[in-house]
């Protein structure tokens, strides 16, 4: 009888052990990578997203503008978490790198109308440059959907 108790706690206990790692993903819908980086890695039921600028898959070409720009970013976040089984109301955090502070407004318009349920935690930071001289680039931190 101990032994069948000390197999039973044996086996519990390692049905508790974390064997999950994590998984990083590039998406065939996006454009390539431009560095040596995955367009998103998920642990558990995590999903972190790099950082997306206004390039449009179809074309691989930069739109024009902040406000083109920054509706592109938010398609690519949407397909990114969509292969992540996450969507946009699913995001906990978002952080926003923007060439130019003076058109944050132009970006908060467009960013608050893709959330409905809530408004993630945020982050916005000003910067000299982005890669394609993007004017935007946004990344975020997402749950999985439960199913």
Do not use: W
Not at 15 to 31: E, F, M, Q, R, Y
Not at 51 to 78: A, C, H, M, R, S
């Amino acid at each position: 009888m101990k032994k069948i108790a000390l197999f039973l706690a044996i086996l519990v206990f390692a049905s508790c052990s974390n064997t999950k790692s994590i998984i990083a993903v590039n998406h065939s819908n996006l454009p390539k990578a431009i560095g040596p980086y995955s367009h998103s890695t998920s642990f558990a039921d995590l999903v972190f997203v790099s950082g997306q600028i206004g390039v449009d898959p179809k074309t691989n070409t930069l739109k024009n503008g902040i406000e083109e720009q920054t509706i592109q970013v938010f398609e690519n976040l949407k397909a990114v978490l969509e292969n992540n089984s996450s969507d946009l109301d699913h995001i906990a955090k978002t952080t926003i790198f923007i060439t130019d502070i003076k058109q944050l407004e132009t970006v908060n318009n467009i960013y608050g109308s893709y959330f409905h349920n809530h408004f993630p935690a945020r982050s916005t930071i000003e910067i000299v440059s982005l890669p394609k001289n993007a004017s935007i680039e946004i990344e975020c931190i997402a749950l999985k959907k439960q199913h």
